[in-house]
């Protein structure tokens, strides 16, 4: 089984590493030459339908923050590339979220919006996998909480989790909305999910909701006491995107068993 990884980021070190005797990951970042994988360092819009033709998995990982609609017209390019292979793709909880909406729990049937440039991008490339030119095709969507772990590559934009962990070791000092809620997947929990599905030969398509366990600013800061670590929590003005994903389907489809929970996730950062 060969497996060509589109994007080189927190998420897909680990992967390359699992499979680095049968994957390639194309990326623009030539940063990461001293990694010792196989890298194709381009942009993944200009790899053709032949090369893509020879892998068994692809999984895309790749996203222009600066332009967000030229990521619309990269990911039709790729729909139409592929044939035969199993394609995984990230979407995002952003999806189902309204500017300060009250939390709930959401389903993948649950109703969208289109609010902001990314969500409305996450909605349009989960609508064209869903589209009559695609819907034979061997896809699988994520619909990804807050992804949240240690990684030897560092995101720009941290986790809310990493960011509270990042900052009581350089400041000794954590500091806590009193309005968060959100679900979280733990790399280790995303790995495990990305494992089942490459090696699922039954299951090859479908969109499902991806989270380890919800915290919200109680959870959280009593997670954090039982390491003795203090927090401040703050009256927060500003509306936040706030969610809580349903993973029941995933779980029921695969028989899958999310391990990671609140606790054991704070201790890896100890």
């Known amino acids: 089984m060969k497996i060509c990884i589109i994007g080189f980021n927190?998420?897909?070190?680990?992967?390359?590493?699992?499979?680095k005797d049968n994957s390639v990951c194309i990326t623009q970042?030539?940063?990461?030459?001293?990694?010792?994988?196989?890298?194709?360092?381009?942009?993944?819009?200009?790899?053709?339908?032949?090369?893509?033709?020879?892998?068994?998995?692809?999984?895309?990982?790749?996203?222009?923050?600066?332009?967000?609609?030229?990521?619309?017209?990269?990911?039709?390019?790729?729909?139409?590339?592929?044939n035969k292979?199993?394609?995984?793709?990230?979407s995002s909880a952003v999806v189902y979220v309204y500017h300060n909406k009250p939390v709930e729990y959401y389903t993948e049937n649950s109703k969208r919006y289109t609010t902001t440039d990314y969500n409305i991008v996450k909605n349009k490339i989960d609508e064209l996998v869903n589209s009559c030119e695609h819907k034979h095709k061997k896809i699988i969507g994520l619909c990804l909480g807050t992804v949240s772990g240690k990684s030897?590559?560092?995101?720009?934009?941290?986790?809310i989790i990493n960011q509270i962990m990042d900052n009581y070791y350089c400041n000794n000092k954590i500091n806590i909305s009193d309005n968060l809620y959100k679900s979280i997947i733990t790399l280790k929990d995303l790995y495990r999910v990305i494992n089942t599905i490459i090696n699922n030969n039954e299951i090859n398509k479908g969109y499902y909701n991806i989270s380890s366990f919800e915290?919200?600013?109680?959870?959280?800061?009593?997670?954090?006491?039982?390491?003795?670590?203090?927090?401040e929590i703050y009256n927060d003005k500003i509306p936040n995107y706030n969610f809580y994903l349903n993973n029941k389907k995933f779980k029921d489809d695969f028989n899958f068993e999310f391990l990671d929970d609140i606790n054991t996730h704070i201790k890896t950062f100890i």
Do not use: G, P
């Open 10 to 19: 927190h998420i897909t070190v680990n992967l390359l590493e699992t499979y």
């Open 29 to 82: 970042n030539i940063l990461h030459k001293d990694f010792e994988y196989e890298f194709v360092y381009d942009d993944y819009d200009n790899i053709s339908k032949e090369f893509y033709s020879e892998y068994d998995i692809i999984i895309m990982s790749s996203y222009n923050h600066d332009n967000h609609y030229i990521n619309i017209e990269k990911f039709t390019n790729l729909l139409n590339k592929i």
């Open 85 to 90: 292979q199993k394609l995984i793709y990230f």
């Open 152 to 159: 030897i590559i560092k995101k720009k934009k941290m986790s």
């Open 215 to 231: 915290i919200n600013t109680h959870i959280l800061n009593e997670a954090l006491l039982k390491y003795n670590i203090d927090c």
